[in-house]
Every structure is written in C-alpha cells, then in structure tokens.
C-alpha cells in the first residue's frame, strides 16, 4: 500500500514540478507575508491547491499540514497519516533568481518520519525515500554521505541565524572549511545528503524539516535540535542536520 502511495506521490510530484518550471516566465502575482522579504506567489498557492488535492486522492484518510493553509485547519497531533507540505521553498530565490528552489512533501505515520520527497525543481531532480528503502536521487540509491569533520565541511547556515549571532553560530563558521548559504532548506537538506554539505543549521518550520528529517534519518545522519528541545516536527524548531562528527563538532561549539 505505501509503495503504491509512494508512486503516485512521485508522479504527483513531478507533474506539479513540471507546471512551475512552465511558469516561471510568466506573470505571477507576488505578496508579503510576515515581512517584507517573506514573499508568497499565486504558484506557491496554485501548487498547495494541486498537491493537497492529489495528496487526497492518493491518501483519503490521511490529514495534511501545508504551508500556505489550504490543508487542514488545525494539525495539532500526529496521529495516523500526516502529509507535510511546502508547495515551494526558496519563494525568494524563485522570484529574484529564477533558481535555487524546491517542493518538499513528508509523510508521517503514527508520529513516524515514514517518507520524504525534496525536488530539486530547475534540475528536475526528485531525491526520494525513507521506509527503510533508502534514499534515491531519481532512480539512483544514494549512499550515505562520508563523515567528515567541521574542519573539512562547508557548512550551510541560514542568514539570519549569522546576521543575529544565534548559538555562537558566526565562530561555528569560522571554524568549518567555509560556509554557505542557498536561501532555500530543500537545496540545503540536499547538500547533506548528497555530501556536498557537512551540515545545515535553520530555524524550520515544520514543512521546511518534515522531508529532510526523513531523508537524512534515512542515511543515518544527524537530524538534532540546537535549543535543548526535543524535535518536534509540528512546530518550529532551531536544526541541525550533519553527519555525525560534524554534528559533534558543531554541537561542542554551539553549547
Ligand atoms: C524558506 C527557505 C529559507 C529558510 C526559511 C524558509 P520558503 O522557505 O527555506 O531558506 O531560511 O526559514 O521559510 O518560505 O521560501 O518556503
Ligand atoms: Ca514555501
Ligand atoms: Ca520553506
């Protein structure tokens, strides 16, 4: 029955990706949200509406939480099927680059990071797994990235987290090989998958963390909350996703 769920989500995925790539040339209306570089577009909202209608149709039963509020009201648990969706993460990249951004969806099961899917939309590239399958970059299994050290890493921070020197987080930075930032999770999520990032440190919100949690979980990696707290993938959580010694490295740092 998941895998069943699972390649109908894929093509569900795709065709949506396949849809915004055919707009992003056109005329889009664009609106603030909670400020002025917190952008939403009219595909942001088009993609929620088509993803949480097929998602329906895949998973009937199931609840969705989605960024925008097209999904369910209120998702105060995680109690049987919950689907986690962000229609398009890095909206800013999407409307100043035309690149660098994403569509993340995650399946949860009884509380269960059960499946994750993080499109790579311009690359058209559909990283995908969880289950105890493994992870897939399309069609092709990735295998879990080397662990490595701080000293060795680029390592991804989110601006704000530098610009306001949270958790100590600038001499983390200092510390690594050299630090980068791609203003979209899902790019970020996937440089650590793929290896290219020893680590990616945000402030998520629950569909900026819901996919990549499962994937990096996957693969073994190192899915921490930097705060203290507990992950919890229904609110907003301070994050750390790296292999295992920069994790160590990282979090000797951030104490
Ligand atoms: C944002 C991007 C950004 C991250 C923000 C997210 P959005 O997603 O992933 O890199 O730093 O926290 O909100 O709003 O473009 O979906
Ligand atoms: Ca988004
Ligand atoms: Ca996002």
Redesign the pocket.
């Known amino acids: 029955m998941l895998e069943e769920i699972d390649s109908r989500v894929q093509r569900l995925l795709r065709q949506v990706n396949r849809s915004t790539l055919a707009q992003l040339d056109s005329t889009y209306q664009v609106a603030t949200k909670s400020n002025y570089n ?3 577009t009219s595909i ?1 909202r088009q993609n929620e509406r088509t993803l949480n209608q097929g998602l329906r149709e895949v998973d009937p039963a199931a609840r969705i939480l989605s ?1 925008e509020g097209i999904g369910d009201d209120e998702v105060l648990n995680l109690a049987g099927h919950v689907w986690i969706v ?1 229609p ?7 409307v100043k680059q035309h690149d660098n ?1 994403g569509i993340m969806l995650a399946l949860y099961i009884d509380g269960r990071p059960t499946l994750g899917y993080i499109m790579d939309s311009v690359n058209n590239d559909l990283y995908h797994g969880g289950n105890h399958w493994g992870v897939f970059k399309n069609e092709e299994r990735l295998v879990p990235p080397v662990d490595t050290t701080l000293r060795q890493s680029l390592i991804a921070v ?3 987290l530098i610009l306001r020197n949270v958790a100590n987080l600038p001499a983390v930075a200092q510390a690594a090989s050299g630090l980068r930032m ?5 790019k ?1 999520m996937i440089g650590v998958l793929t290896g290219e990032l020893g680590a990616y440190v ?4 629950p ?2 963390l819901a996919a990549g949690r499962v994937l990096a979980e996957e693969l073994g990696l190192s899915v921490k909350s930097i705060d203290g707290d507990g992950i919890n993938v229904l609110s907003s959580n301070l994050v750390l996703v790296a292999t295992n010694g920069v994790a160590r490295d990282i979090l000797t740092r951030t104490e």
């Open positions: 917190d952008l939403v942001d960024e962000d398009l993460d890095g909206t800013l990249n999407f951004f989110s601006s704000a791609y203003g979209s999770a899902a970020e945000s402030w998520l919100k569909w900026d």
